[in-house]
């Protein structure tokens, strides 16, 4: 009679570590980037700078790319120039402005624009300096014995800096040279201890906190009272 083996309660051996096969679980999917208008992130507030000063103007922009950023003045494409430079990249628009002057100031508007929209921002740049000389020619009047009365027209442009004050020179015929004759807030003076003898002639210079103007033109030469005989 054949003796029956015991049943073994261990379980059944699957096979060892090395045989089985581990798979990894897939690493999850970035969700792709819902798609955007441009939007401008940052920008520049209005500007005031000297003239001369160099400026820089510049606009962070976000969105689905491509984005095309334009600058303009007054609604219409800047052109680059020796004095105008504009640089772009996906992060945002650079205008560089060099030895800003009077034309250069006026409204600035970056537009930008994808596929899917565009938007846009405007700065003001103000562009101060010393003042534009008076204009037209000083006119003396009320001539008498030994005084007259200046008259003069204001600057063109004030240099963003309403006039303060003006300078007036005066020439005369003896020494043949340009000196400082008074200071005064208006647009007329009354010049007086003149001589007889001497022939005179003017001019203006506007001041403002920026500075001191050119010299308008010149007036005409004027002699006051009678010559000697």
């Excluded at 001369?52 to 922009?61: C, H, I, P, T």
């Excluded at 491509?66 to 219409?76: A, E, G, V």
């Excluded at 007036?168 to 008074?182: F, G, H, T, Y």
């Excluded at 208006?186 to 103007?213: C, M, W």
Aim: net charge neutral; glycine share 6%; charged share 25%.
């Amino acid at each position: 009679m054949k003796s029956r083996r015991p049943k073994s309660s261990l379980p059944p051996v699957l096979g060892t570590e090395s045989d089985a096969t581990v798979k990894k679980k897939p690493a999850p999917k970035t969700p792709p980037k819902a798609a955007m208008p441009p939007q401008i992130i940052q920008f520049p507030e209005d500007q005031k700078v000297r003239a001369g000063e160099s400026v820089e103007l510049f606009g962070k922009v976000t969105g689905t790319q491509p984005i095309t950023c334009t600058w303009m003045k007054f609604r219409k494409q800047i052109q680059e120039s020796e004095h105008m430079k504009v640089e772009s990249s996906e992060n945002g628009s650079k205008l560089t402005i060099l030895a800003a002057r009077q034309e250069h100031c006026g409204c600035y508007t970056l537009l930008v624009e994808n596929k899917l929209g565009s938007r846009q921002a405007q700065v003001n740049l103000t562009v101060v300096d010393k003042p534009d000389p008076p204009a037209g020619t000083p006119c003396a009047s009320d001539i008498r014995s030994s005084s007259l009365t200046l008259s003069w027209y204001g600057s063109s442009y004030d240099g963003g800096s309403a006039v303060q004050s003006y300078s007036i020179e005066i020439w005369d015929s003896a020494n043949k040279m340009w000196k400082e004759l008074a200071t005064c807030r208006s647009t007329s003076f009354n010049v007086q201890d003149l001589l007889p003898d001497h022939e005179y002639k003017f001019r203006v210079r506007a001041i403002n906190v920026y500075g001191t103007s050119e010299p308008s033109q010149e007036s005409e030469l004027t002699t006051v009272g009678e010559k000697p005989e």
